[in-house]
Nanobody
Framework: QVQLVESGPGLVKPSQTLSLTCTVS??????????WSWIRQPPGKGVEWMGA???????YYSPSLKSRTSISRDTSKNQFTLQLSSVTPEDTAVYYC?????????????WGQGTQVTVSS
């Protein structure tokens, strides 16, 4: 059973870069045909898919966030990371990492429990 755990700072100042790490156990991030996503849910709003990195290392981004988002991986640690630059209070959300067999993670994939990130000075 794959498990995903998000980690990173819970508070980020405006204009800074938000960095989160997803640590995966019970499965390799290089296993064929899996995609590893970052998703967020702002307070009172729906979930928003941000981007994904494939088993191959290819990356995919939401057009609305592409200019500020970078997803990378460390295969030696079985981790993948999210960097979101120039954050504003509108980036306050619960951030999730997930695994699925499609680029845009669905409810049928495996998700972490999420981590709260607040953008505030």
């Amino acid at each position: 059973q794959v498990q995903l755990v998000e980690s990173g700072p819970g508070l980020v100042k405006p204009s800074q870069t938000l960095s989160l790490t997803c640590t995966v156990s019970g499965g390799s991030i290089t296993t064929n045909y899996y995609y590893w996503s970052w998703i967020r849910q702002p307070p009172g709003k729906g979930v928003e898919w941000m981007g994904a990195i494939a088993y191959s290392g290819n990356t995919y981004y939401s057009p609305s966030l592409k200019s500020r988002t970078s997803i990378s991986r460390d295969t030696s640690k079985n981790q993948f990371t999210l960097q979101l630059s120039s954050v504003t209070p509108e980036d306050t959300a619960v951030y999730y990492c997930a695994r699925d067999r499609v680029v845009v993670a669905t409810n049928f994939g495996s998700w972490g429990q999420g981590t709260q990130v607040t953008v505030s000075s």
